[in-house]
């Protein structure tokens, strides 16, 4: 089975920090996707990435960026967090590169909270 | 710009009956995906519909995508508790990069009531 990992399950941090949100997949898959999830709101976008240093933003990138060193490994970077990025984070993956006809995969997210 | 729309956003229903989730969206697109929230837990995949006119089923669950219409249903064939949870559809919209971000529907919670 697939595993996506996220390294914490809640974070609690202040105004104006700068907040890294970690996600590793086991499956040597080609594609990471972060995503934000608010009531009302469903899941929407925020960075994916194709291949080990190549980003591509979604549709809310701003206030965020990303980093993806290694195939297995893609960070969330809050760059100086504020009180409208509370949120629930998720993290997926998928296999292949586009045209995919697998599914994204998630983890199980981080409940992120900025006071 | 993609838009899902899903309805009905809240279903309550009772065991034994059968129900339709519609997901229409706004663009050419021939990829749909259905996946099940549980609360508190992450998504999980249900169906992958590749083509039109592709139908897929799995227990009580059965999918269906008809990309001239942009319509997608979900239909629940005679409802048991345990199919209570949040539903999801994405459709791909894919920007010319190497991979596709999913634009997602706002979901549709479920409540199977005995």
């Known amino acids: 089975d697939v595993k996506v990992t996220q390294s914490s399950r809640y974070l609690v941090k202040r105004t104006g920090e700068k907040v890294f949100l970690e996600c590793v997949q086991d499956m040597d898959h080609e594609n990471m996707f972060w995503y934000r999830q608010d009531p009302g709101l469903g899941l929407r976008l925020i960075y994916f990435?194709?291949?080990?240093?190549?980003?591509e933003k979604g549709d809310i990138p701003e206030g965020y960026s990303v980093s993806r060193e290694k195939k297995e490994r893609f960070s969330l970077i809050l760059e100086s967090a504020s009180t409208n990025q509370t949120s629930m984070y998720l993290c997926a993956s998928s296999r292949d590169r586009y045209p995919s006809n697998q599914p994204q995969h998630f983890g199980d997210g981080t409940r992120l909270s900025i006071l | 710009e993609l838009k899902v729309e899903q309805n009905p956003l809240f279903l309550s229903m009772q065991e034994g009956k059968n129900y339709t989730i519609y997901c229409n969206y706004s663009t050419t697109s021939d990829r749909l995906y259905w996946y099940r929230q549980d609360p508190g837990k992450s998504l999980e995949s249900l169906f992958v519909?590749?083509?039109?006119?592709a139908v897929k089923q799995e227990g009580r669950l059965m999918a269906s995508l008809d990309t001239k219409a942009r319509l997608s249903t979900l239909h629940i064939t005679a409802a048991v508790h345990d199919l209570s949870a949040t539903y999801f559809c994405?459709?791909?919209?894919?920007?010319?990069?190497?991979?596709?971000?999913?634009?997602f529907g706002k979901g549709t919670h479920l409540i199977i009531q005995p």
């Open positions: 994405a459709v791909d919209m894919y920007s010319g990069g190497g991979a596709d971000g999913l634009t």
């Open positions: 990435s194709y291949d080990v240093k190549m980003k």
């Open positions: 519909l590749l083509s039109n006119g």
